[in-house]
Every structure is written in C-alpha cells, then in structure tokens.
C-alpha cells in the first residue's frame, strides 16, 4: 500500500500545484514549449501512432484479450485485477476531470484533436492502467524469470511514450500526464493489495 500512498499523495500535490504553484505552471508550458520545438513530420507521425494505442477502441480489446489469456492460463484472480484496473482508471481519471476542469494546452499547438478536460490524462492513465497493468500481472502469473522482467519494462516504457505523445501533440500539460500515471499505478497498487489480503485469508482457512 505504500506504492498507493505515495502515488495518491503525488497527485494531491499536483492537483494543489496547478492552481498555486507558479513553478508547476511555468515547468508544464516550458516542457511543452520545449516537445513543440523539436517537432518534424517524421517524430510527429511516430507519436500520432504511438498516441492511438492509448485510445479506448485499442485499449478495450486489449484489456479483454489479456484477461482471456489471464483466465485461459487458471488465473482468474489477475484477469479480474485487469478489468478492474483499466475500468476503475478510467472512472477515476474522468471523475478527477470533471472535478478539476482543468483547460487544455491552446488549440495552436495542438497536433491532432482533443476534447474534454485535459487533468489527469485520460491516454496515460489508460496507458498504465492497461499496458503496464497487463505486463505486471502477466509477470506474476508466469513467475520470476528474466523473460518476465522484460515484459514489465517493456510495459512500463509503453505507458510512458503513450504520456510523452500526449505532451508532444500538444493536447496535455506535464502535469496532467504524471497524474495519469499516478492514478493508474495507485489504482493498480490497490488491487494488488486486496488480492494479497484475499490471498492470506483464503490460505488461514486452509489451515
């Protein structure tokens, strides 16, 4: 739970910060100005795509095949800590907007459409609550191996270039991104946590 703790804790302060922190502020429009400067057609095409895998008509059909493969393999307990993981992300992101209403980068930077709310990120929240989700459950159920530690890295690296498009394109502060993140990993934490305790409870009754 102290995973969850932290994360939590650091998207309080960052909720406090976009609204009284000129530090905050200045750092999420000098990030942007800084990804808006290094652009090219190239990079921008590559971050248009790697954008899309956080959208929810890719992050569904992920989620539900990882939970079948996940149950195929006898481990129900984690296919159910998936749904519940990227669903509960996305309850929580999309309530956190609501509450927060906080306004998007301007329109002139902005390289594809966005709509909404722009705090938390919605795509890096998905983005972790799905991608890095599935790689750290599907670590668990394989067992430790190297193979196993590769497939966490290489979810976690998904996570984090889905938030850094969202930077890049111009539809999201920094700010909004790591709280994305932040939400999901909590989120994710919790989860675990519970199977854990269900884990110790349903092993006591055994004995």
């Known amino acids: 739970m102290a995973v969850a703790g932290l994360c939590t804790g650091l998207v309080v302060v960052l909720r406090w910060a976009i609204s009284r922190s000129g530090w905050v502020r200045s ?3 000098a990030t942007l100005r800084w990804m808006a400067g290094h652009r090219s057609a190239a990079l921008s095409s590559v971050f248009r795509t790697i954008t899309a895998f956080g959208d929810v008509t890719v992050v569904i059909p992920l989620v539900l095949l990882g939970a079948a493969l996940l149950a195929w ?3 129900g307990d984690l296919a159910v800590v998936l749904l519940a993981s990227s669903a509960g992300t996305w309850v929580l992101v999309n309530s956190m907007k609501l509450a927060v ?3 998007r980068p301007p329109e002139a930077v902005r390289l594809v459409a966005a709509s909404g709310w722009s705090f938390p ?3 890096a929240g998905q983005a972790a609550g799905a991608y890095f989700a599935l790689a750290v459950l599907f670590a668990m159920a394989v067992g430790r191996t190297r193979w196993s530690a590769v497939v966490v890295v290489v979810g976690a690296a998904v996570a984090l270039l889905i938030g850094a498009s969202r ?3 111009g539809v999201h502060w920094l700010s909004d ?8 990993v909590a989120w994710l934490a919790v989860l675990l946590a519970v199977l854990s305790l269900r884990r110790r ?3 006591r009754a055994r004995c």
């Open 101 to 103: 209403q906080r306004p």
């Open 201 to 203: 409870g349903a092993n």
């Open 121 to 123: 990120s919605g795509h």
């Open 27 to 29: 750092t999420d429009a």
């Open 73 to 75: 393999r006898r481990r």
């Open 177 to 184: 991104v790591v709280a994305g993140w932040a939400v999901a």
């Open 167 to 169: 930077i890049y394109l």
